[in-house]
């Protein structure tokens, strides 16, 4: 039997309680782009807020129902979160999270199989969903504490090198 549904609900509940530490950071530091063009914390902050709110949920009901589902574009269906802070943000993301683990805890192992039509992938199942949405979690997390680690690494003296694959100034 499949742990795919104990492990995805034991990392998505972990997300919301990081989310929420993460946006206890000074909001200059969050709203740090690591490069030029790359998102910054809060900007990956605000991105799992709307595929919380419009996608993933979404996308676990379609596959439970038979029903197809369009793609996500973050740059045109992403909301517009200026001036809005972490702490809220944050808030939002934990009310939403709530929401969709409740849905998974009716989840069953049958249902891993069922499937729907993604307007860019074509058929998925639950089953690659879960993954998809669990190590885009993960993804976003990372993504946000490399952001942070920027302000740092250059100020780190004879320490720098043990950053070199997150230093974003020493990369060509």
């Known amino acids: 039997m499949s742990t795919l549904i104990r492990d995805t609900v034991s990392m998505l509940a972990s997300t919301p309680v990081r989310w929420a530490a993460l946006a206890g950071i000074e909001p ?13 914390a809060l900007h990956c902050l605000s991105h799992v807020v709307d595929t919380e709110r419009s996608v993933f949920r979404a996308r676990v009901l379609a596959i439970l129902a038979g029903r197809d589902f369009a793609a996500f574009d973050p740059d045109a269906d992403g909301s517009d979160t200026s001036g809005v802070s972490a702490r809220a943000l944050a808030g939002d993301f934990v009310r939403l999270r709530a929401a969709s683990l409740d849905t998974l805890a009716g989840i069953t192992q049958a249902d891993l199989a069922k499937t729907a039509v993604h307007a860019e992938f074509g058929r998925v199942t639950m089953a690659e969903l879960l993954n998809q949405v669990t190590a885009h979690d993960t993804m976003h997390l990372v ?26 100034d020493a990369k060509p």
């Open 28 to 40: 200059e530091l969050l709203a740090r782009e690591p490069a030029p063009g790359e998102w910054s």
């Open 143 to 168: 993504q946000a504490e490399r952001a942070l680690m920027q302000a740092f690494i250059p100020g780190s003296g004879p320490w720098r090198f043990y950053f070199g694959d997150h230093d974003v």
